[in-house]
C-alpha cells in the first residue's frame, strides 16, 4: 500500500503563486502525477513525472505556468504554480502508481490517490 499527504493548497491572487507537495510513504511508486477538478466539471489531468524526473508531461492550459518535480530522497513529488488564473481554482489531487506505464495523462492509469488540496485563485 501507498499512503500519499499533500500540503501546499490556499488561496492567492491571480498572478500568484503556490507550491504543492505530495509525500508518500509505503511502496515504491513509479510515476507521478497531478489532476485537478472544479466543480461541476469532470477531474482534468495536469500534470506528470516519470520515476526518474527526465520525463515531464503537461496538459496545454499549464505549459509554461507550472513545473512538476520530485524528489526521490523524500519520496515526495512536487508542483509548481506560477502566474495561477481563476480558471486554476480547484481540487489538485496527486496521484501515484507502483507499477510501470507509458500512459501518464489517463486518471486511471494511477491506483493511489491523495485526499485532494483546495486551490483558489481569486481575479
Known amino acids: 500500500q501507498v499512503q500519499l499527504v499533500e500540503s501546499g493548497g490556499g488561496l492567492v491572487q491571480a498572478g500568484g503563486s503556490l507550491r504543492l507537495s505530495c509525500a508518500a510513504s509505503?511502496?515504491?511508486?513509479?510515476?507521478g502525477a497531478w489532476f485537478r477538478q472544479a466543480p461541476g466539471k469532470e477531474r482534468e489531468f495536469v500534470a506528470a513525472?516519470?520515476?526518474?524526473?527526465?520525463?515531464?508531461y503537461y496538459r496545454d492550459a499549464v505549459k509554461g505556468r507550472f513545473t512538476i518535480s520530485r524528489d526521490n530522497s523524500k519520496n515526495t513529488v512536487y508542483l509548481q504554480m506560477n502566474t495561477l488564473k481563476p480558471d486554476d481554482t480547484a481540487v489538485y489531487y496527486c496521484a501515484r502508481r507502483d507499477y510501470a506505464s507509458s500512459d501518464y495523462g489517463r486518471a486511471n492509469s494511477y491506483n493511489y490517490w491523495g485526499q485532494g488540496t483546495q486551490v483558489t485563485v481569486s481575479s
Open positions: 509505503g511502496r515504491t511508486t513509479y510515476a
Open positions: 513525472i516519470s520515476l526518474t524526473g527526465s520525463g515531464t
